[in-house]
């Protein structure tokens, strides 16, 4: 059993990307919780949570939700940079999360593109 979404590969990789999300942002200072740390975690999250909640649409709907996940995705990288010019995190955290989140918007971007309307 499960969902149709549980088997996208790239709702996986949201996933594992949240979870980095959710992982790295613990060091954050504590002041920042209400603040980038609230706002990078709902972006993160909001990629994943946009791919499961569109699957169960039409397949127009779908390729909206998978718009918004994209735009989640870029909402994360100014984040990330200025994650970055604070010192919350290091040049390699920061690239290594640039890389991923990039290619994950690529992968929800081909998945939208695979799918044909209706």
Do not use: W
């Not at 999300?21 to 603040?35: A, H, L, W």
């Not at 975690?41 to 127009?60: F, P, V």
């Not at 909206?64 to 996940?69: I, P």
């Amino acid at each position: 059993m499960g969902f149709s979404f549980e088997k996208l590969e790239v709702y996986k990789e949201a996933l594992d990307f949240a979870n980095e999300i959710y992982e790295v942002t613990k060091r954050y200072p504590k002041e920042e919780i209400f603040g980038i740390t609230n706002q990078i975690r709902r972006a993160a999250m909001s990629i994943a949570l946009n791919i499961a909640e569109g699957s169960g649409r039409t397949k127009k709907e779908f390729r909206h939700f998978l718009d918004m996940a994209r735009t989640s995705g870029y909402e994360c990288i100014p984040l990330l940079e200025i994650s970055k010019k604070q010192n919350y995190i290091k040049s390699e955290e920061f690239n290594a999360l640039y890389e991923r989140c990039d290619t994950l918007v690529k992968r929800i971007n081909a998945l939208k593109n695979s799918i044909r309307e209706q």
